[in-house]
């Protein structure tokens, strides 16, 4: 078993968080990486109903377990809050608050008893997710699909270890165990791993 804070705070086996790809990350794919041993998030946006998320989370807890966690996109809550409202009555572990300022919603995350994560691409956008009180921080590098920045992830994954005293995740380009060796050798507490998990399904099945 491998010994980071993010398999200590979560009780998992595995440091590997599935990334929350909207449109992608449903329950049923959310659930296979936590029954692997790592934890899945299901990606919401602002246009899925409180059935669709209930039914996903229903799915995931089915396939993993108890263990669930949801990814937002912090803008979109901004344009509607009930968004974050319904995630935490579904009593996630993890609630991912990224690509935008987390401060408005972090508390509620904590009081619902979560931990808040974000995404980050840059130092500036550290210091905005610091300053709001996350529990860690995801350096997420050119190589991850979505929203990324322009810095590479092994440059950036040093740079915020360099930067931070948070734990930090790496996210982009990590399609292995050996990409998953390579940030936790290099002072990651875990990673985020999306594409891979589609192009591969029997590395959660």
Do not use: K
């Amino acid at each position: 078993m491998l010994d980071t804070w993010l398999t200590r705070e979560l009780g998992i086996t595995v440091p590997l968080v599935g990334a929350p790809m909207v449109g992608r990350a449903g329950g049923a794919l959310a659930g296979a990486v936590t029954r692997a041993g790592g934890i899945g998030l299901i990606g919401a946006a602002r246009f899925h109903t409180a059935e669709w998320l209930e039914a996903e989370a229903q799915t995931a807890r089915e396939i993993g377990g108890g263990l669930l966690g949801f990814g937002l996109m912090t803008w979109a809550l901004a344009d509607d809050a009930t968004l974050l409202g319904t995630v935490l009555d579904l009593r996630p572990r993890v609630v991912s608050l990224s690509f935008g300022d987390p401060a408005p919603y972090v508390q509620r995350v904590h009081d619902a008893g979560a931990l808040a994560i974000s995404q980050i691409n840059s130092i500036d956008d550290l210091r905005v997710v610091e300053a709001a009180g996350v529990d860690a921080v995801v350096a997420q590098g050119h190589e991850a699909g979505g929203h990324t920045g322009r810095v590479g992830t092994l440059p950036l994954l040093q740079e915020v270890l360099e930067s931070t005293s948070l734990p930090v995740l790496a996210a982009g380009g990590i399609a292995s165990g050996r990409g998953l060796a390579a940030v936790l050798a290099a002072g990651a507490e875990g990673a985020y791993v999306g594409t891979a998990l589609l192009a591969s399904p029997e590395t959660v099945g």
